[in-house]
């Protein structure tokens, strides 16, 4: 928590990329109470059939390598977030049926 009240008197909460620093610092503590099973790849590149591209943060599941969860931030258009977010959930969930089909 003192992390967090750091970084409030540091960085302002007025754009995306400030956003973006508090939304890591919430990952990163959520990987450390279950430790470190999940990893934080920000910037992580899924595709499927209605996109590709880099996600804002991906949790990765470090023992089977797949996606388990995406976050998307976003300044202020919170639906275009919400929609965004569900095509690239898709998207990691089409990447890891294929690599699991490929393990088998």
Do not use: W
Not at 47 to 59: E, I, K, M, R, Y
Not at 88 to 99: P, T, V
């Amino acid at each position: 928590m003192a992390d967090f009240n750091f970084r409030l008197k540091a960085i302002p909460i007025g754009n995306e990329a400030s956003k973006s620093q508090y939304v890591c610092a919430y990952l990163v503590a959520v990987t450390n109470l279950f430790e470190y099973r999940f990893k934080v790849r920000p910037e992580k590149n899924v595709s499927g059939p209605n996109g590709h591209g880099p996600v804002d943060f991906a949790l990765v599941l470090v023992r089977a390598s797949r996606i388990i969860g995406i976050t998307e931030v976003k300044d202020k258009d919170f639906l275009q977030g919400i929609a965004q977010n569900s095509v690239q959930c898709e998207s990691a969930a089409l990447s890891n049926y294929k690599k699991k089909s490929l393990v088998s």
